[in-house]
């Protein structure tokens, strides 16, 4: 059973920096892309970020490139965001998800687990 956890929100004020983290357990971690999506107040789930399941290769949303940094740890199971110069628009729930074997890293529809999210919150 493949289980997610992420860690690492909070309250931040714009300008600053955090590092959100997702363990993974259940199956192997290192078959898959992991990506990070996030939902704000009465807006959609939208992707973020995303790495392939070597971490060779990256994908950013356009409103966070510059800006945050995806990576993962395959010995350790993890994969992280790292998020700096937040903006008061970051605020939202943010979600890891395990890739579908072949699914599209870009797409909601392209994973197939996910995690209960991290709350994060960016004060102007």
């Known amino acids: 059973q493949v289980q997610l956890v992420e860690s690492g929100g909070g309250l931040v004020q714009a300008g600053g920096s955090l590092r959100l983290s997702c363990a993974a357990s259940?199956?192997?971690?290192?078959?898959?892309?992991m990506g990070w999506f996030r939902q704000a107040p009465g807006k959609e789930r939208a992707f973020v970020a995303s790495?392939?399941?070597?971490?060779?290769?990256?994908y950013y949303a356009d409103s966070v490139k510059g800006r945050f940094t995806i990576s993962r740890d395959n010995a350790k199971n993890t994969v992280y965001l790292q998020m700096n110069s937040l903006k008061p628009d970051d605020t939202a729930v943010y979600y890891c998800?395990?890739?579908?074997?072949?699914?599209?890293?870009?797409?909601?529809?392209?994973?197939?687990?996910w995690g209960q999210g991290t709350q994060v919150t960016v004060s102007s």
């Open positions: 259940g199956g192997t971690f290192s078959r898959y892309g």
């Open positions: 790495i392939n399941s070597s971490g060779g290769n990256t």
């Open positions: 998800a395990r890739q579908k074997l072949g699914g599209v890293l870009t797409s909601i529809l392209g994973y197939g687990y």
